[in-house]
Nanobody, 124 residues
């Protein structure tokens, strides 16, 4: 059974940092691309960061480039999202996601699994 369990969300002031973790089970990063989405209140879910071990591709949404960094610990089967210089617009529920990669897109072809989400709130 595939499971994605996020942790690390919380309340932080603008300019601060948080590190999100997503512990994956039931698959390895050789099988699926892994990464993060977020959803602000009243908004659609949007992709934030993507990593495909099989293709060697890392990608970020323009809004977070230079501020967020995705990384993995293969021994722990865990993916992290280091978020620096946080802004109030970064507020939302952050979801870990796993799915089939598209080497052409440098992004997911399909999202097959979601975590339950972790709340990130950035105060001004």
């Amino acid at each position: 059974e595939v499971q994605l369990v996020e942790s690390g969300g919380g309340l932080v002031q603008a300019g601060g940092s948080l590190r999100l973790s997503c512990a994956a089970s039931g698959f390895t990063f050789d099988d699926y691309a892994i990464g993060w989405f977020r959803q602000a209140p009243g908004e659609e879910r949007e992709g934030v960061s993507y990593f495909s071990k099989s293709d060697g591709i890392t990608n970020y949404a323009d809004l977070v480039k230079g501020r967020f960094t995705i990384s993995t610990d293969n021994a722990k089967n865990t993916v992290y999202l280091q978020m620096n210089s946080l802004e109030p617009d970064d507020t939302g529920v952050y979801y870990c996601a796993a799915g089939k990669p598209s080497i052409d897109l440098g992004w997911w072809a399909t999202i097959d699994y979601w975590g339950q989400g972790t709340q990130v709130t950035v105060s001004s």
